[in-house]
């Protein structure tokens, strides 16, 4: 059983989940040039549509109580002042008028507390550490600047940071400074496409039509390259599940290989390439390999679960076992509806008689897992998670299995909302 289970979470997809190494492909390029003496400037586009999904899910009282459980636990946990993670997240579920504990506005709090000043030439522009102290800021580029595009705010949004007046555009213009991919290399934390998700979803989102600019290290991009850039590694990355699909097979998950390797399963990449395709961005074709990718994840429903249903009705399942087990399923169900949606919503794709069934089954599945965790305790105390000894002894860090519970709790609600025609997104 543990052997089991470490093989499922090898690559989890929590906040922390290490970038994975490259699919072989491509050389990785080699390019030696000067650093830009200035920053890049934008005459911003902000999308200024607010899109609902086209197949609303009814809402059940079933779902609309799991929300109110999901939801709770945001309020409680994602709006922790010592946690700008968690609060990146509660700002996707409860969208741009949350604020905080004590009343205070969360984004002029976040600049005010976790974000630097960083200079490009003569400009004085923003950006988020990974981490701060102990806190985990941005552990993937561009999460916070994803956040606050999709809730729609906009670049000329004034926030303090280390005691001097910048904007929103200011933290943007340094994000594409270091925005870059090309082949197997990007300009992102450790060189991967995994956190280039967050990156394209936020710089495709206040992006004219034809931005162009010169990263770090004098790299000529543009939007529309970056875009196919990352739906070319998609593509790459989910080509043995396509085979597996298309051969008629349910495969076994595996997280050691292509986009299993990324965090949440990949959902996020595929967020990302949907929405800077709805956003006008790419390649003619990348429009249909966004649409295969949307047919892929019905296929992927199977291939998730009976990674972990066998060992979820296991005798010799224990509570914590039985927690791990139960996260991961809401971490895809969750991803699931809202990645849907979203496509949906951006009227990249046309959701089919097989999307909207897949899509009822997932947002049953999810009213299930909600109550699983609800049966074994987890929903009345999450924070006692932190000092379950269990999970060191499975080789799991229990902090990390609370900001996942936090964190998947939030995607859940967003993809819930998205899923019943409650939530937009604009663009």
Known sequence: ??????????????????????????????????????????????????????????????????RGILE?????????????WAIVHAMLALGPTMT????????????????????????????????????????????????LTEAGFQPDRKVVVQGQEHTLGDLYRYSLHR???KGMTTGFQEGGYNDSAWALQGLSAWAPPDLAWTAAGGRKMTMKEFTTAVIDQLTLETKDMVAARDAGQVSRKDTRQGLYRYTCGGQHLVQGVAYAVARGFGEPDDTRRVCDQLDLLVWRIDVELNSIDPMLSSPAVTPPIATLLLSQR????????????????????EL???????????????????????????????????GMRE????????????LDLVGDSAHAVRGLDLATGKGTIRY
């Open 1 to 66: 059983m543990l052997l089991a289970l470490t093989w499922l979470l090898a690559c989890s997809g929590g906040a922390e989940a290490p970038a994975p190494s490259p699919s072989p492909g491509p050389k990785p390029e080699v390019h030696v040039a000067k650093e830009p003496t200035e920053a890049p400037t934008v005459a911003f586009a902000p999308g200024h549509r607010d899109a609902a999904t086209t197949a609303p899910l009814p809402a059940t009282p079933d779902l609309v109580r799991v």
């Open 72 to 84: 709770g636990v945001v309020q409680q946990y994602g709006r922790d002042r010592g946690n700008p």
């Open 100 to 147: 905080m504990p004590d009343g205070s506005d969360p984004v002029d709090f976040l600049f005010a507390t976790y974000a630097d000043e960083a200079s490009i030439g003569p400009d004085t522009l923003v950006t988020f550490p990974r981490k701060k102290g102990r806190a985990l800021v941005e552990p993937h580029t561009d999460l916070v600047l994803k956040a």
């Open 179 to 181: 925005a870059w991919a």
């Open 330 to 349: 809401l971490k895809f169900l969750g991803h699931w509806l809202e990645t849907v949606h979203k496509i949906a919503a951006l009227g990249v794709c």
């Open 352 to 386: 089919k008689p097989e999307h909207e069934a897949a899509s009822r089954r997932v947002a049953g599945e999810l009213v299930r897992t909600v109550d699983g965790l609800d049966k074994i305790g987890v929903w009345k105390d999450v924070g006692a998670v932190r």
């Open 391 to 402: 999970f060191d002894d499975m080789g799991r860090d229990a902090n990390q299995v609370f």
